[in-house]
Every structure is written in structure tokens, then in C-alpha cells.
T-cell receptor, first 112, second 114 residues
Framework: DAKTTQPPSMDCAEGRAANLPCNHS???????VYWYRQIHSQGPQYIIH???NNETNEMASLIITEDRKSSTLILPHATLRDTAVYYC?????????????FGSGTQLTVLP | DAGVIQSPRHEVTEMGQEVTLRCKPI?????LFWYRQTMMQGLELLVY????????DSGMPKDRFSAKMPNASFSTLKIQPSEPRDSAVYFC????????????FGPGTRLLVL
């Protein structure tokens, strides 16, 4: 699986959009970009994933650059409950390597 | 759906004792994963099952850890004998096969070995 690089921490004002970047310059054509988050003392939670097109669901939007070497997770209206560690993971969707490899992630702190 | 269920939520034991962690995956999910999280190592995969069969246990210390999945709705992770370095949060996750599988995690079991 391709390696990812994320900033260690970010702050965001409550109600504003939180934009979390991720670099994955070695991503291969059949690897997906997944985003998970882990709120303190809870299990990781799936947010969104994509291959090449931008994706949106009820939680967030995922913007993937045309060359697929980076992506941005957007929380459109951050709340205090969005304070968590956000993990960007690149992996094959199918195949023998099914485990998720979590890096160090980005600690997002939403400020009142 | 109740999500992935783990028990116990907290466990405190003494070194040398046997510890059994339990997991009930989401109904219909045919993959089950056991992860361990510590401050030093982060989240690491211990073992995972597909249709009750072990697919990869390379991350699991074989001398003291054992994982079983006797049926599609139940799995155990056993540590015998436990050691202080086993203190961690143990997460179970499940998913179903298909393009773009996502994993759904349980609340975790916080294990403290004294």
C-alpha cells in the first residue's frame, strides 16, 4: 500500500469548514484513498473513500487531485464533536492485503 | 444494526493470568480483524479471518496469543500468559467482501496487565 503524509495537527473554528490534506504521491492506479477518524477512547470510524472522482456523503467530501497524488477531506461545518485524529489510508480495495495500515494521522481540534 | 460488539470493555489482570477478549461482528460480514493500539505502536493488525478461517496472523505473537472464530458471529482473542507489555486497547473490526470494503470497528477492550 502507498505511504501517506499528513500534518500532525490542525485547528478549525466551530462552524467553519475543516480541510485536511493528505499526500500520497506513490499511489498506484488501483489503490483507493480511505479516510477514517478516531475520537478519543473510541474505535476508528469510517468516513469516506474514493478512487479518482470526488466523493461526498453525509459526513464529508473527498477531493482527489487529477494526478491522484494528494487528496483533501472536507468537513463542511465542523462541530466540537469532530475533534479527533483523522487518518488517510491508501490501499487496494481487494486482494490479499486487506488490513488497514494506520499512520500517525492528523489531530483535528475544533475550537469554540 | 448494533454494530461490532466487544466484551469486556475493560479488563485489569495480573501478569501470568489468562485473558480472553470477545467480539461479535456485524451480521453478514465475512471478514473479522483484531487490532491492537498503544501509544508507542499506534494501531497494528494482529490477525484477520475470512469466513472463519485465519487469513493472516503474522502480526500476532504466536507463543502467547491465539485467535479463534468458531462461528460467523463470534471470535475470541486469548492471551496466555499475559504480560505488562500486552496492556493496550484491542479493537475488533468487521467488513464484507466487495469493491471498496470499509471496516467497522467495535468500541475496543482496554486491557491493563499489572
Amino acid at each position: 500500500d502507498a505511504k501517506t503524509t499528513q500534518p500532525p495537527s490542525m485547528d478549525c473554528a466551530e462552524g467553519r469548514a475543516a480541510n485536511l490534506p493528505c499526500n500520497h504521491s506513490t499511489i498506484s492506479g488501483n489503490e483507493y484513498v480511505y479516510w477514517y477518524r478516531q475520537i478519543h477512547s473510541q474505535g476508528p470510524q469510517y468516513i469516506i473513500h474514493g478512487l479518482k472522482n470526488n466523493e461526498t456523503n453525509e459526513m464529508a467530501s473527498l477531493i482527489i487531485t487529477e494526478d491522484r497524488k494528494s487528496s483533501t477531506l472536507i468537513l463542511p461545518h465542523a462541530t466540537l464533536r469532530d475533534t479527533a485524529v483523522y487518518y488517510c489510508i491508501v490501499r487496494l480495495a481487494t486482494g490479499s492485503a486487506r488490513q488497514l495500515t494506520f499512520g500517525s494521522g492528523t489531530q483535528l481540534t475544533v475550537l469554540p | 444494526d448494533a454494530g461490532v460488539i466487544q466484551s469486556p470493555r475493560h479488563e485489569v489482570t495480573e501478569m501470568g493470568q489468562e485473558v480472553t477478549l470477545r467480539c461479535k461482528p456485524i451480521s453478514g460480514h465475512d471478514y473479522l480483524f483484531w487490532y491492537r493500539q498503544t501509544m508507542m505502536q499506534g494501531l497494528e493488525l494482529l490477525v484477520y479471518f475470512n469466513n472463519k478461517a485465519v487469513m493472516d496472523d503474522s502480526g500476532m505473537p504466536k507463543d502467547r496469543f491465539s485467535a479463534k472464530m468458531p462461528n460467523a458471529s463470534f471470535s475470541t482473542l486469548k492471551i496466555q500468559p499475559s504480560e505488562p507489555r500486552d496492556s493496550a486497547v484491542y479493537f475488533c473490526a468487521s467488513t464484507e467482501q466487495g469493491i471498496g470494503e470499509t471496516q467497522y470497528f467495535g468500541p475496543g477492550t482496554r486491557l491493563l496487565v499489572l
